[in-house]
Nanobody, 124 residues
């Protein structure tokens, strides 16, 4: 069983930055890819960023490329999402998720554990 706990969300003005963290329980964190997804009110959940087991490979949604950076610290069982140049359209509930495999995809069906989410609100 894996538990994921996100933190770091909040209210920020457009152009600002936030850093989300996701702490994972268990001893197998370093074996699996991790992902960040988000869901805005009235919209479907969408992929934001993914990182493979070692941190050596990352992928991003086109909407966040160049603004968001995903990273991980396997010694701390934690994955991060640095969000810069935030826009009002980034407002959403952000979830971290554990992938079933060492490599990351953009599909939420490839994830088997999810956090409870942390709210990010960007004001214009």
């Amino acid at each position: 069983q894996v538990q994921l706990v996100e933190s770091g969300g909040g209210l920020v003005q457009a152009g600002g930055s936030l850093r989300l963290s996701c702490a994972a329980s268990g001893r197998t964190f370093s074996r699996y890819a991790m992902g960040w997804f988000r869901q805005a009110p009235g919209k479907e959940r969408e992929f934001v960023a993914g990182i493979n087991w070692s941190g050596g490979s990352t992928n991003y949604a086109d909407s966040v490329k160049g603004r968001f950076t995903v990273s991980r610290d396997n010694a701390k069982n934690t994955v991060y999402l640095q969000m810069n140049s935030l826009k009002p359209e980034d407002t959403a509930l952000y979830y971290c998720a554990k992938h079933k495999n060492p490599w990351a995809t953009m599909r939420d069906v490839d994830c088997d554990y999810w956090g409870q989410g942390t709210q990010v609100t960007v004001s214009s």
